[in-house]
C-alpha cells in the first residue's frame, strides 16, 4: 500500500517543492519491487512550473476577446455556458461547459459568444484585474471561464511542449472528476478570495494541466505523430517506459523490440514513424534531459551525472550532451542557475 501510494503522489511532489524528496523517493522506488513510473508521470515529474498568473472571466451578451501571443502555457475551461475559440491558424472550436482547452505554444486567439476572429484586447479587460480576481465583460451573468497561465522550464518541458498541437480540447465528461475537481477549486478561490489563495491557485492550475494531458492521451483527438501518439501506442509505451525507467541500460533495438512485441525491424520503423526520431536517438534524447535536469538543479561533478544516464567517461557524456542540446554541460549548468526552481 505504501509504495502504490508513492507511486501515486510522485508526479504531484516537483509541484510543491519536494523535488529532493522526489529524488529520495525515486531512489527508494527503483530499489523495490513496485511499478515503474509511466512515461507521461516521468516527464512531469521533471518540469519546473512557475509563474502561475489566473483569472475569471464573467461575461454577458454579444462578447468577444482578443489575447495577443504569450509565452508559455494557457488553460481555459468554461465552467458555465458556451463560447467559440478562434487560434492563429486553426479552424473555430465551439467550447461547452465544463470544456477545457490548453495553448502550449503562444499563439494569438480569440474566445468570442459569436464565431468570431476580433474582439477587445484581453489587456484592457484583465489590466484592473489582480492575479485571482474576475474580469466583467458586457455585464456578466452569461458566461464564466477561468484563466490561468504559467511558465514551464527545463530541457524536459522543451521536449515535451514541441510535441504537443496548437489546441488541446478536452471535452467535459463524468471520467474527468478529478480535473473538474480542480476546476471548481480555482473557480472558488476566484469568485472568493482568501488568504493563501495565490499558491493555492498555483498548485490547482498544475493539477490541471497533469490531467488534462493525462486525458487528452486517452482521448481520440491525439496526433497520428510525435511523442504523445506513440504514447498512445500500446506496443511503443512499453519500450518508451522500459528506456524511461532504465536509461542508464546499454539497451539495443532488438532488445526495446522484443519488449514491444515486435521484430526488430518492425519496431524500429514503427517507433521512427510514430515519435519521428529512432529508439537510439530518442534513447539519447531523454538521457539528456535527465541530466539537464540534475545539471540544473544539483551540484554533482559532471562525470557523475554522466555516469549516472549511461556514459563510461565525462568526454563520451560531454560530446552527446552538446550534441543533443548544443551547450556542453558546463554551459548548461551556468546558464540554468538563472532560471527558476
Known amino acids: 500500500m505504501v509504495q502504490a501510494f508513492l507511486v501515486g ?7 510543491y517543492g519536494g523535488r529532493s524528496m522526489l529524488r529520495r523517493l525515486n531512489n527508494c522506488r527503483h530499489r523495490s519491487k513496485g511499478p515503474p513510473m509511466d512515461p507521461l508521470s516521468q ?4 518540469l519546473r512550473p512557475h509563474d502561475c498568473v ?23 475551461a468554461v465552467l458555465k455556458g458556451q463560447c467559440w475559440l478562434v487560434v492563429e491558424g486553426c479552424d473555430p472550436i465551439g467550447l461547452d461547459e465544463g470544456d477545457c482547452v490548453i495553448l502550449p505554444h503562444g499563439r494569438s486567439f480569440v474566445m468570442s459568444a459569436e464565431r468570431l476572429r476580433h474582439g477587445r484586447d484581453a489587456e484592457t479587460v484583465y489590466t484592473p484585474v489582480s492575479h485571482g480576481g474576475t474580469a466583467m465583460l458586457g455585464g456578466g451573468g452569461d458566461f464564466f471561464m477561468i484563466g490561468s497561465r504559467f511558465m514551464v522550464s527545463g530541457l524536459p518541458a522543451d521536449r515535451l511542449l514541441r510535441t504537443l498541437p496548437p489546441v488541446m480540447h478536452i471535452r467535459a465528461g463524468p471520467e474527468r472528476a478529478f480535473l ?12 472568493a478570495p482568501r488568504i493563501g489563495g495565490a499558491v493555492s491557485i498555483a498548485h490547482l492550475s498544475h493539477l490541471v494541466l497533469v490531467q488534462a494531458l493525462r486525458h487528452y492521451l ?12 506513440a504514447l498512445a501506442d500500446g506496443r511503443l509505451r512499453i519500450a518508451i517506459g522500459a528506456i524511461h525507467d532504465d536509461p542508464a541500460r546499454d539497451w539495443s533495438v532488438a532488445e526495446l523490440g522484443a519488449l514491444a512485441g515486435l521484430s526488430r525491424t518492425a519496431f524500429a520503423t514503427r517507433f521512427a514513424q510514430m515519435v519521428g526520431a529512432s529508439p537510439m536517438a530518442y534513447l539519447a534524447q531523454w538521457r539528456m534531459c535527465l541530466a539537464a535536469d540534475q545539471l540544473a538543479q544539483g551540484s554533482q561533478p559532471v562525470a557523475r551525472i554522466g555516469q549516472v544516464v549511461g556514459y563510461a567517461s565525462e568526454s563520451a557524456f560531454a560530446a552527446a550532451f552538446k550534441r543533443v542540446t548544443g551547450q556542453t554541460p558546463r554551459q548548461y549548468r551556468r546558464a540554468s542557475k538563472a532560471l527558476p526552481v
Not at 516527464?43 to 521533471?46: A, K
Not at 473538474?180 to 469568485?191: F, K, N, V
Not at 486517452?218 to 501518439?229: H, N, R, Y
Open 9 to 15: 503522489v510522485l508526479p504531484y511532489l516537483p509541484l
Open 54 to 76: 489566473a483569472a475569471g472571466l464573467d461575461a454577458g451578451g454579444a462578447w468577444s476577446i482578443r489575447f495577443q501571443r504569450h509565452a508559455g502555457l494557457k488553460c481555459n
Open 180 to 191: 473538474q475537481w480542480a476546476l471548481d477549486g480555482i473557480a472558488s478561490e476566484l469568485r
Open 218 to 229: 486517452s482521448g481520440p483527438g491525439v496526433p497520428g505523430t510525435g511523442w504523445l501518439a
Open 43 to 46: 516527464v512531469i515529474s521533471h
